[in-house]
């Protein structure tokens, strides 16, 4: 979820294979019994966590439960089509609102469920999540005023850059609009659900004929990540740990994270299922955000070692030919690049080297 890039954000701009924003519901098999779900992002600046489902002999694991409980609700109707074996269980692999927000709606279709989570993660999700979901709602908030000043573009006729708007213009203003009203009437009506199983380092769940392991490998995006493995068939899903294609760093643990993702690197993989984005059949991206984040890792250390850098804002960082190679040059790509990836890992990087 990004906290910067405001919900009025509308830059119309070529979609490329790979782009932080997800247009269209998708449900992807990936190996026998386990799918991917893809959800249509909710507006224009936020998006919903990638939901997995591993459907074993004597029922179901989910990992995540996205970002709208309406649609974690269209993810319930979609798993009882696959299968007519209940969920027995739902990860959380961090406590982030896009990722937690469903798990209401799954108690309510599967009561005797168990909602999973590393142990700080439950704390995270018990303590910070009811204060982001009361934030959403509230009618004196953030969201109203971004609700008020895209209604004034439109009686004005003016992009948010002050050009005269288009048709195109109007339509996507209007749905933004839509869209954001959408999220705070949900969040009127959230009820919080906490995980009710906690592990530290690993857990081993046998949903019959099919092993998941759930493991800690370290911090990164949060201090809980976990992630939720097929040993048999070498599929991960990574959580936010590793996201597709502008990775996440805001708020994040930079130099742990790296240390992190070596260790995801060195498992038998053959199919990565990130937080958000699309499924990767290898480890290629992964090894490239290894090196771009060693890199600029690297440089900072330097900087800092060498008194270039006394704060983050004298830290200066060269990944742009890593960046090419990820994310291309689409510009909202290029926006969530230097917003939650960039300037996550100076800001967060300098505090664990600086320390």
Request: charged share 25%; proline share 6%.
């Amino acid at each position: 979820m990004n906290p910067r890039v405001a919900a009025t954000l509308l830059i119309p701009v070529f979609l490329p294979a790979a782009s932080v924003r997800t247009p269209e519901r998708s449900v992807t098999p990936v190996a026998e019994g386990v799918y991917v779900i893809r959800h249509p992002d909710p507006s224009a600046g936020w998006v919903h966590s990638n939901t997995t489902v591993i459907a074993g002999e004597r029922g179901v694991l989910v990992v995540d439960a996205c970002f709208l409980p309406s649609v974690a609700r269209e993810d319930v109707a979609e798993i009882r089509r696959l299968t007519n074996k209940p969920v027995r269980y739902l990860v959380n692999t961090h406590h982030h609102i896009d990722h937690t927000a469903g798990n209401s709606v799954y108690r309510d279709a599967f009561p005797d469920i168990e909602i999973i989570a590393h142990r700080d993660t439950k704390r995270l999700i018990e303590t910070r999540n009811p204060g982001v979901a009361k934030r959403w709602a509230d009618p004196n908030g953030p969201l109203p005023k971004s609700i008020a000043q895209m209604k004034e573009r439109l009686g004005k006729g003016q992009t948010e850059e002050g050009k005269p708007m288009t048709a195109k213009d109007r339509a996507d203003t209007e749905q933004e609009i839509a869209d954001v009203q959408r999220q705070m009437r949900e969040y009127a009506a959230y009820r919080q659900e906490n995980p009710t199983l906690a592990f530290d380092t690993e857990m081993t769940v046998d949903l019959g004929k099919r092993i998941v392991r759930l493991q800690y490998l370290g911090r990164a995006n949060t201090t809980g990540d976990a992630i939720v493995y097929l040993p048999a068939e070498k599929i991960v899903a990574t959580g936010d740990i590793l996201v597709h294609p502008v990775p996440y760093a805001a708020g994040g643990h930079p130099v742990e994270w790296l240390e992190t993702l070596k260790k995801l690197a060195a498992m038998e993989l053959s199919i990565v299922i990130p937080g958000h984005g699309e499924v990767l059949r290898d480890k290629k991206f992964l090894n490239l955000l290894i090196e771009a984040l060693g890199s600029a890792l690297a440089q900072m250390e330097a900087q800092v070692r060498e008194g270039r850098a006394m704060n983050a804002g004298e830290v200066k960082i060269d990944i742009d030919d890593y960046r090419k190679r990820m994310i291309g040059d689409d510009p909202l790509n290029l926006t969530w690049w230097n917003d939650m990836f960039l300037r996550g890992v100076v800001e967060r990087g300098f505090l664990g080297i600086a320390r």
